[in-house]
């Protein structure tokens, strides 16, 4: 799975045991990146604003969505408002319920409310294990849902979210205008 910041970035801040890369994109606009492993199951990114944290999806893995937590924790005090999800795919969603329980308010295009606990489990097969099974029925639904775009404010910071046409008829992109950075998710892929 891909999260694309346009930007080169520099590695910030990060722990040796955060199962990804923290990417500084622009001032306050960060990309985690997933590692060699394959530990937290995907990409996630967060905007650090005026008054708050927008986080764009919150990886397959819970416990990486932990170690994201603390990683911006480490870098302000500000609250994480938003999170943002992609598409509804597990490996871009798999945390938001770790994210609704640190405040946010998880954003998701339209379809996603309907396929988060069905469609998931497809992506494994015909016969997932029990504990993918289990996991996919408790994911976190979405809080608020577009088929339009939509503007997030953090202060002054604009943050512009959209829906396009792609990968699961559910996508969402969210573009940092100030910081000329879009977050993608698995609308574009690098290798």
Known sequence: AALFAIHAGAAANVTATDPFTLMSIAPGVYAAIDGPTGRSGSNAGFVIGDDGVLVIDSFFDPE?????IA?????????IRYVVNTHYHADHVGGDAVLRAAGAIIIAHRNVHGWVRTEN?????????PRIEAMIKVLALPDVTTDQELTIWLGKRKILIQPVLGHTGGDLIVTV?????VFCGDILWRH
């Open 121 to 129: 489990l497809h992506l494994f097969g015909a016969h997932p294990s």
């Open 64 to 68: 990486a969505t932990k170690a994201l």
């Open 177 to 181: 205008p100030d910081a000329k950075t």
């Open 71 to 79: 990683d911006i924790r480490s870098l302000t005090p500000k609250p």
